[in-house]
């Protein structure tokens, strides 16, 4: 390798006591393909180790700014800043170059949407996907540091090794792109029968009838404190990983998880039962003793951004936090609408925070 370009563009001093490691790294980056140019970005962002890695995610060079992205779609500057920030991405102006060719392919997409849908509900979606996108990186790079902690220069100490590792891991960005996809694609097949399947209201399309539930673990606060943070991981992982087998194969839709708690929706108030029967009683949760209690109830709700709203959710959240553990609670409306099986036991009205009257819960059990 010819290292005197490299050596006038200021990459390389062969005085320099990590002049070895440097022609290492030097030659591994040569050998993936990397110009003059980007090394040089690279290094003056104090990351010339990560660059092979770096540029399978995005480019460094040849990018455009968010202002000549709204040029090149015929766009209002600030329409294009502003989808940028609903999508979650950090606010660096308008006139930095950060963006690549599928970037400004991606802000055309959201100007097609909010052409066909209206703004509002372009920034809704704009703002799930931005969420949705945020918590799969970080789990991402989370699963990547935990799992191949040489990624980290500051552990493996050495930035040909770091070099190697970051850029081989890095090989499955474009493949997780793929999968994506096709999961996306999937997902909404299944969101089309969901709401093929539900009972919509005549009179408000907006609104349907439908289960939703609510299970948590019991005294997570003290548990948590009992727990190291391996142990409560752990813990976290297998209620997540029980939650999503026993809605899923129970015919429901996982809404969201919040910490320690999930949300699931069913359009048969029978499924919805029966998954919060099984989440108590999971097999992997008694085998590492976790208490899970839930809350259910039926109604009028409304789907929204990722999102269900109306009194049936309020309902359901609060009926989970007074459950004991082990206890399924349910409203009266989802009480009269029960197929058989079910045996449910009114118990004491009780106060719940945000309803103006006296709840009575029903604690239910197959009967």
Not at 64 to 72: D, F, G, V
Request: aromatic share 6%; net charge negative.
């Amino acid at each position: 390798m010819d290292l005197e370009p490299l050596r006038v563009a200021g990459l390389y001093d062969p005085a320099s006591p990590g002049a070895a490691e440097r022609r290492d790294l030097l030659e591994f980056l040569v050998s993936e393909g990397c110009t003059v140019e980007e090394m040089q970005l690279a290094s003056s962002r104090g990351r010339l180790f990560a660059l092979a890695g770096d540029r399978r995610i995005r480019p460094l060079v040849g990018l455009l700014t968010l202002r000549a992205a709204a040029i090149r779609l015929e766009a209002e500057p600030e329409v294009v800043l502003r989808a940028w920030r609903t999508f979650g991405l950090p606010d660096k102006g308008l006139d930095l170059a950060l963006l690549t060719e599928p970037d400004v392919e991606a802000l055309g997409t959201y100007l097609d949407v909010r052409s066909f849908l209206g703004e509002e509900t372009a920034l809704g979606v704009s703002r799930v996907v931005g969420a949705a996108l945020a918590r799969i990186t970080e789990a991402e790079t989370s699963a990547m540091r935990a799992g191949m902690q040489v990624i980290d220069v500051g552990i493996s100490g050495d930035e040909v090794v770091t070099a190697r590792a970051y850029g081989q891991v890095t090989q499955l960005v474009p493949r997780i792109g793929r999968m994506l996809d096709a999961m996306h694609r999937q997902h909404l097949e299944a969101t089309r029968v969901h709401f093929e399947d539900i009972d919509r209201e005549v009179e408000d399309r907006a609104a349907f009838r439908c289960g939703v539930g609510f299970a948590d673990l019991s005294g997570f606060t003290r548990l948590s404190q009992q727990l190291t943070l391996g142990e409560l991981s752990q813990v976290l992982t297998v209620f997540e990983e029980s939650a999503t087998d026993t809605v899923q194969a129970g015919g429901g839709r996982i809404v969201k998880f919040l910490g320690d708690a999930v949300m699931w929706v069913s359009a048969e108030p029978g499924d919805l039962v029966r998954i919060a029967s099984d989440l108590t009683s999971h097999p992997r949760a008694v085998e590492h003793g976790i208490d899970v209690r839930a809350g259910l109830a039926y109604g009028r709700l409304l789907a929204q951004d990722g999102d269900y709203f109306g009194p049936p959710v309020n309902l359901a959240s609060r009926l989970v936090a007074v459950a004991e553990p082990g206890q399924v609670l349910a409203s009266g409306e989802l009480v009269e609408v029960l197929p058989t099986g079910w045996l449910a036991v009114p118990g004491l009205p009780q106060q719940l925070r945000g309803f103006d009257d006296p709840v009575t819960p029903y604690t239910l059990s197959s009967g």
